[in-house]
């Protein structure tokens, strides 16, 4: 009988493990699935709101800039949720204008992405007739066999010769023989330097400083630098993965072609923006496919981005000569007036006033439906 009692006693013990493991296990389950559940919704409310940003960009771009009676404007999408939506991975976006009148006008957009909805708004103004040039070039623009978009006004002297409908100027085009490249005081960069390396420089590791060379300046693969490199002679980014935060100013030839990660970020102090590239010779970016690049290129002579596939640049570049940007697949170049503002030592040119939107009011807030 004792052992019976015993093996009673045992089984009733298993089986209230199980039913508590099970118990447990179910618990886990839940919990996991729920914060499953909490970590998609999160992801896609931010995906909704970088939607509702980007459709808000690409209102002013597309609708308003350059528009000078708001008050006929009527919204491509329809009302939310319903009309003919605008795409944008990886959601949707619909507009709507409220409060019209000819010279201001509230944007609202609305997004969505999967079951997560945000809104954004924002007061749109009129404050000038200034074209937003996101390319400027004293020849011509070519962007033959290339495929990508050019979001911002493109201003000429001679003439644009475009693959389209594969390359899509979000913008209009002007074409003036008369048009003067603003000019740039190289000087106001050199004194900028607090040292001086003689002779011809080559980096091999990460650098940081504002540095004078009196000779020619090669980036090694690799390397981060950090700060102003100011150059008498050529510059050449020589490897691959070549990060540059701050400037880059070369008295003779720029080039980074043939590589892979370069990535040029100009840096902004209060109201001073400084260039990513500037040079006196030709600025070359031939077949450097995945470039990130942020801040106005300036050059003398010719800009090349051909054959630069993946290349998103944001800023304004400005040629001399030519620019071209043959046979560059998936490309996106965004004008931004922010990076035009306070240059040092930019200055004239003719049609290069950036402002022609004023800004306020940007609210966000969560629908009711």
């Not at 899509?168 to 023989?177: C, T, W």
């Amino acid at each position: 009988m004792k052992n019976l009692n015993q093996k009673g006693m045992m089984l009733v013990a298993v089986v209230l493990g199980m039913l508590l493991f099970g118990a447990m296990g179910a618990t886990i389950s839940y919990l996991v699935a729920n914060n499953l559940a909490d970590s998609n919704e999160d992801l896609q409310s931010s995906q909704a709101f970088y939607v509702a940003e980007s459709g808000m960009q690409y209102v002013q771009m597309n609708q308003l800039n350059g528009d000078t009676n708001f008050t006929d404007n009527i919204s491509p999408t329809g009302a939310p949720f319903g009309g003919t939506p605008i795409s944008m991975s990886p959601g949707q976006f619909w507009i709507e204008y409220l409060n019209k009148q000819t010279q201001s006008v509230t944007v609202r957009i609305t997004s969505k992405v999967g079951s997560a909805v945000r809104v954004i708004e924002q007061n749109v103004g009129q404050s000038g007739t200034g074209r937003q040039y996101v390319t400027m070039a004293g020849g011509n623009l070519n962007a033959n066999n290339s495929s990508g978009n050019i979001y911002g006004d493109v201003g000429l002297k001679g003439q644009a010769n475009l693959n389209q409908p594969a390359t899509v100027v979000h913008g209009n085009i002007y074409q003036d023989p008369t048009i003067q490249i603003p000019t740039l005081d190289f000087n106001v960069y050199k004194n900028m330097c607090t040292s001086t390396y003689s002779g011809n420089k080559t980096f091999s590791s990460n650098y940081s400083g504002n540095l004078c060379v009196t000779g020619n300046a090669t980036i090694n693969a690799n390397v981060t630098y950090t700060g102003l490199l100011y150059a008498n002679g050529n510059v050449t980014i020589s490897g691959n993965n070549v990060i540059v935060n701050g400037t880059i100013i070369s008295e003779g030839n720029f080039a980074a072609d043939n590589r892979t990660g370069l990535q040029l970020t100009a840096q902004s102090s209060n109201s001073q923006h400084m260039p990513a590239v500037a040079s006196k010779g030709n600025l070359s970016l031939k077949n450097s496919d995945g470039m990130h690049v942020t801040g106005v290129l300036w050059d003398a002579g010719n800009i090349d981005l051909s054959n630069s596939d993946n290349m998103i640049y944001t800023g304004s570049f400005m040629s001399g000569g030519n620019a071209n940007i043959n046979s560059a697949n998936n490309m996106s170049i965004t004008f931004s007036a922010d990076l035009m503002a306070g240059v040092p030592g930019l200055s004239g040119g003719g049609g290069t006033q950036t402002g022609s939107l004023s800004l306020s009011g940007w609210k966000t807030y969560a629908p009711w439906w």
